[in-house]
């Protein structure tokens, strides 16, 4: 199995800074794409950022020029620096990362459990 684990996420002020981890361990063989999601009214997940194996990265239009996300390789983690928050980024982060698994071969696509972020005064 694989296991998808997050942390970082806390309390901030406004125009503060957090830096949001996620790592995947156990058997895996590569990792396609890893990325960071936010929940939106009605459980919609909305993508914040990711970034792929080839270093291609996108972010979502709300969070361009302030986050930026970036890959450990070799660690098989992803991290978000998130500079300038805003209380509109107040949300639960979701990760999901999306690879193969090294004792089948097959593809996964896995969430982890969220790290909550909450940007108050």
């Known amino acids: 199995q694989v296991q998808v684990v997050e942390s970082g996420g806390g309390l901030v002020q406004p125009g503060g800074s957090l830096r949001l981890s996620c790592a995947a361990s156990g058997a895996v063989e590569r990792i396609a794409v890893m990325g960071w999601y936010r929940q939106a009214p009605g459980n919609q997940r909305d993508l914040v950022a990711l970034?792929?194996?080839?270093?291609?990265?996108t972010y979502g239009d709300s969070v361009k020029g302030r986050f930026t996300i970036s890959r450990d390789k070799d660690k098989n983690t992803v991290y978000m620096q998130m500079n300038s928050l805003k209380p509109e980024d107040t949300d639960v982060y979701l990760c999901?990362?999306?690879?193969?698994?090294?004792?089948?071969?097959?593809?996964?696509?896995?969430w982890g459990q969220g790290t909550r972020v909450n940007v108050s005064s």
């Open positions: 970034i792929t194996i080839g270093d291609q990265i």
């Open positions: 999901n990362v999306v690879g193969r698994y090294s004792t089948s071969g097959a593809v996964f696509n896995l």
